[in-house]
């Protein structure tokens, strides 16, 4: 059964300042996604990775996927604000079907 | 763009009555899906469609029955609501096989069941 898990569940932190995000999985799986969601709102598609080694960056985040070590990262650059919201990894249990499981969700709160 | 509308956002039922949700998509999507998503656990598959007349379990099946009649809509049912079944319900689709794109999720309907 594969099993997600997200570390940490939830982060405070200064603005400007960068952490991570860490998604670990059990299973072998090279589709991983990652996900934002404001409160009260619907899931918001951030980064789709496919392979060992993807690496994808949109302004402040950047995501990367490691299939041997069935780990994914979400960097925060210089964070801001706006950038406050759960975010969720999800990943596929089976290779075009797209069924995802998905992690626990970290909710980011980023402090002026 | 609609892209997936779900109806209602808003329910509240009575233990033992029924319901049905409706998620629409007008994307051309194959794949169809019904999570829920609770507190601290991240959101939850219940069933899924990979096309139109097909359904399949997923995660937490139980208490629910899902249809899918037309290709742009998939229902998600309860026959006889209980209070584990408060959630907040997603809808999604995604066109599925192995096109490399992600799924696309509805606004979510509230359910609360007292």
């Known amino acids: 059964e594969l099993k997600v898990e997200q570390n940490p569940l939830f982060l405070s932190m200064q603005e400007g300042k960068n952490y991570t995000i860490y998604c670990n999985y059990s299973?072998?799986?090279?589709?991983l996604y990652w996900y934002r969601q404001d409160p009260g709102k619907s899931l918001e598609s951030l980064f789709v990775?496919?392979?060992?080694?993807a690496v994808k960056q949109e302004g402040r985040l950047m995501a990367s996927l490691d299939t041997k070590a069935r780990l994914s990262t979400l960097h925060i650059t210089a964070a801001v604000h706006d950038l406050s919201a759960t975010y969720f990894c999800?990943?596929?249990?089976?290779?075009?079907?797209?069924?995802?499981?998905f992690g626990q969700g970290t909710r980011l709160t980023i402090n002026p | 763009n609609a892209g997936v509308t779900q109806t209602p956002k808003f329910r509240v039922l009575k233990t033992g009555q029924s319901m049905t949700l409706l998620c629409a998509q007008d994307?051309?999507?194959?794949?169809m899906y019904w999570y829920r998503q609770d507190p601290g656990m991240g959101l939850r598959l219940i069933h899924y469609?990979?096309?139109?007349?097909?359904?399949a379990k997923g995660e937490v099946p139980d208490g629910y029955n899902v249809s899918r009649l037309k290709k742009q809509n998939f229902l998600l049912g309860l026959e006889s609501a209980a209070p584990s079944q408060t959630s907040v319900y997603f809808c999604?689709?995604?066109?599925?096989?192995?096109?490399?794109?992600?799924?696309?999720f509805g606004q979510g309907t509230r359910l609360t069941v007292v």
């Open positions: 994307m051309n999507h194959e794949y």
């Open positions: 999604a689709s995604s066109y599925g096989g192995f096109m490399n794109t992600e799924a696309f």
């Open positions: 469609s990979v096309g139109e007349g097909t359904t």
């Open positions: 999800a990943v596929d249990t089976v290779q075009g079907a797209q069924k995802l499981v």
């Open positions: 990775l496919l392979s060992n080694g």
């Open positions: 299973t072998t799986s090279d589709r």
